[in-house]
Each structure stands twice: as structure tokens, then as C-alpha cells.
């Protein structure tokens, strides 16, 4: 069993809770009020289930059985359909000029995977298609939580480079809380050119 699935499995709640991550709520107002849309390592589905309340066709993906398990049951209680399914987001392949909306909320890759699969998102876009993404800052391998391992982590112009082919409307690094609360988090929307 993979970590995710043992801290999934644990809790008989929602790990992150059922409400989306608060920068996908911020950039809401952005969204199409139809399409299609993504949210990868959709972990029980908050962000996911959101974009479908958003009015949006929306489906997501983890690696993690169980949290998609979880995420199927907030759609049911949210009462919206989200089409959550297992797969590798690395390995997956995405089809192209097909998605509205892509979000990814705290998933992190060495490269040369961060890059070939921001290239893949920008591709599985359509044209005026937005990606949200919310990533840890290599700062955070220092601190108390997050991924400590800062191969695994990209500054912002870092990842700027690596989704070339959108035009940023919000793209911040930004430095919240302190001590076990300390966060250092990169926020980006994106829209493809
Ligand atoms: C910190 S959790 C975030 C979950 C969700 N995005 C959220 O904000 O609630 C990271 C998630 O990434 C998933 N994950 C990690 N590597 C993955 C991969 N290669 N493919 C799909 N999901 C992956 C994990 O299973 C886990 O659910």
C-alpha cells in the first residue's frame, strides 16, 4: 500500500477536507461555465469535485486507489458528477487540445518529469485554456511539512519556463504561517496563447 493510501485509509473524514484548496476557490471567477476539465493527483477529490460544482465536465486522477475511492464518495455527497480515476500523471497520457480547466494542488516532480508533463498539460489544453497550479517552494524541504526532498521542488521562474506557451495571470511565491505552520508556496494560473 502506497503512503497515500495508508493516510487516505486512516481517516474516515477528508484528509485535506472537502472544500478546495483556497487558491482554485480565488481563481474560480476565472473558469468557463462549460467544458471540460482535469484536476491531477486529485487525492480525494476537493478541487475536483469544486470544478464540477463550477459547472465544469470535470474528472481527476491519482495514483492513490483509495483516494479516488474517497473523492467518487464527495462527489456523491456534493451531489455532482466527477469521473475520478487511478493513474500515474507522469505516465498518463493526456489528450490534446481537449481540456478547459487543468488544476494540480501540491504534486511534485524531479526533472526531467516536471517539465515533460507541464509541457503534456499545456498541450492537453484547449486555446484560452487555463492551468492552475499550486506548488511548495524549495524553501519548504527546509521547514516542517511538505516534500522534503528539494530535487522535488522548482522556484517560480523555474516553473515559469517549464509551462511556456501560457500567459500568466497570477503568478506569486509567497511566505505563510510560522514555525510547523511555516509554508512557502507558488500559485499559478495560466492562461494558453
Ligand atoms: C498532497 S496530496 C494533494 C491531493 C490533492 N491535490 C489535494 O489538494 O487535496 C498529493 C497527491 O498526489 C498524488 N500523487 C503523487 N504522485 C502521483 C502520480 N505520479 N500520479 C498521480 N497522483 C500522484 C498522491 O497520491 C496524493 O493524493
Known amino acids: 500500500m502506497n503512503k497515500w493510501n495508508e493516510r487516505y485509509a486512516a481517516d474516515s473524514g477528508f484528509v485535506f477536507g ?12 476565472y473558469f468557463p461555465e462549460s467544458g471540460r476539465a482535469l484536476d ?3 487525492g480525494e477529490g476537493r478541487n475536483g469535485v469544486f470544478l464540477a460544482e463550477c ?3 470535470a474528472e481527476g486522477t491519482d495514483l492513490s486507489a483509495v483516494g479516488v475511492g474517497k473523492a467518487r464518495r464527495l462527489a456523491a455527497i456534493k451531489g455532482v458528477g466527477f469521473h475520478a480515476y487511478v ?3 507522469a505516465e498518463m497520457a493526456m489528450p490534446s487540445e481537449t481540456f ?10 524531479a ?12 498541450a492537453a489544453l484547449v486555446s484560452d485554456g487555463l492551468f492552475a497550479g499550486v506548488f511548495f517552494h524549495p524553501e519548504q524541504a527546509a521547514l516542517a511539512k511538505g516534500p522534503n526532498d528539494a530535487t522535488m521542488l522548482a522556484d517560480l521562474p523555474t516553473l515559469q519556463t517549464a509551462f511556456s506557451g501560457l500567459e500568466w495571470l497570477v503568478a ?5 504561517g510560522v514555525g ?3 509554508k512557502s508556496v507558488i500559485c499559478l494560473l495560466g492562461r494558453k496563447v
Open 18 to 29: 472537502t472544500e478546495p484548496h483556497e487558491f482554485i476557490r480565488r481563481v474560480a471567477p
Open 40 to 42: 491531477l493527483a486529485a
Open 55 to 57: 459547472g465544469l465536465q
Open 87 to 89: 493513474a500515474d500523471v
Open 100 to 109: 478547459s480547466v487543468i488544476t494540480s494542488v501540491n504534486c511534485h516532480f
Open 111 to 122: 526533472e526531467p518529469v516536471r517539465s515533460r508533463l507541464a509541457q503534456k498539460i499545456v
Open 172 to 176: 506569486e511565491h509567497r511566505r505563510e
Open 180 to 182: 510547523d505552520e511555516a
